[in-house]
């Protein structure tokens, strides 16, 4: 594997176990990295971590809840400690419960907050002297569409990909003094587990009505591709800002 992309690097990719995370997890191995795999199903990511090594790569499971302090810290720990260095960080791991702000279950805004904003803060602070000894560190930050366009009864999960956005334009600049790049990918609507999280009846028909209204939506490979360019441009190049949507969605 020597002479892949990522050969000798390490990358910790957080919600790893289905969706965007997966499928990046597989693309970042496939070009040579090792990969630290992190959430909370843990049966999954050992699956997937053998799912990888069968394949030729080398992957480390770490069962982990980013919205606590002391797993996310945990977690990179973890990775360091097993796989030796740390150069790319993907904060991937987020959760989506639309609807009103009026009547709102307001643990679901707490959980949103805790996994989107914090646990992406706490997998950051925990990573970054990781990252600066490693002389060619990357955060990819995996925010949204939804960090770029507010929409009525999505108002919190904005919020938190607002916030997203905003840190990592904010990161970039203090990071650059250490060689640490710094992406943020935001994805338009790609089919994942992401909207099954969702009970309000209403949501449910709109995210349905959405997709087929857009015709094809993007698959999680799309954006493992995106993230992958970001990690394997040449060192001079700091990809800043990725967003990509489906082709047929207008917002
Ligand atoms: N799908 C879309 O249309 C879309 C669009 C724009 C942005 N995004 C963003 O893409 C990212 C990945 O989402 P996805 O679409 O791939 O959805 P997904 O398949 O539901 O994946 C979400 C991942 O986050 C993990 N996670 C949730 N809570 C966690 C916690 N407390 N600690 C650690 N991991 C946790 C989940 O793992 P466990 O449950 O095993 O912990 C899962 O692996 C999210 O940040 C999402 O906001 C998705």
Redesign the pocket.
């Known amino acids: 594997m020597a002479d892949l992309p990522l050969s000798g690097r390490v990358a910790a990719i ?9 499928a990046t997890a597989v693309a970042l191995a496939q070009a040579g990295a090792a990969v630290s795999l ?4 843990v049966d ?2 050992e699956a997937l971590a053998a799912r990888i090594e069968e394949e030729g790569g080398q992957a480390l499971a770490v069962e ?5 302090e002391a ?1 996310a810290h945990a977690f990179i720990a973890t990775t360091v400690e097993k796989l030796g260095r740390l150069d790319i960080l993907v904060n ?5 419960l639309l609807g009103p702000i009026e009547g709102a279950d307001t643990d679901q805004w707490r959980r949103m907050v ?3 904003v914090l ?1 992406l803060l706490y997998c950051t602070q925990a990573a970054l002297p990781h990252l600066r000894d490693s002389g060619h560190g990357h955060v990819v930050n ?5 960090g770029r366009t507010a929409s009525a009864f999505v108002g919190v ?1 904005n919020a938190t ?1 607002w916030a997203v956005t905003g840190f990592s334009e904010a990161l970039r600049q203090e990071a650059a003094m250490s060689k640490i790049r710094v992406t943020c990918i ?12 969702n009970t309000n009846p209403a949501v449910i028909e709109t995210i349905a009505k959405m997709k087929e209204k857009y015709g094809e ?2 698959e ?1 490979e799309d ?1 493992a591709a995106a993230i992958l360019h970001a990690v394997t441009a040449p060192p001079r190049v700091n990809v800043n800002e990725v967003l990509i949507r489906p082709t047929g969605q207008t917002r």
């Open positions: 957080t919600g790893a176990s289905s969706g965007i995370g997966e992190g959430a909370r199903r999954r990511l982990c809840d980013v919205a606590d797993s991937n791991a987020g959760v989506m805790d996994v989107n646990g995996v925010s949204s569409v939804a999960y990909k935001e994805p338009g609507m790609v089919e994942t587990e992401l909207p099954t999280h939506v993007l999680s954006i």
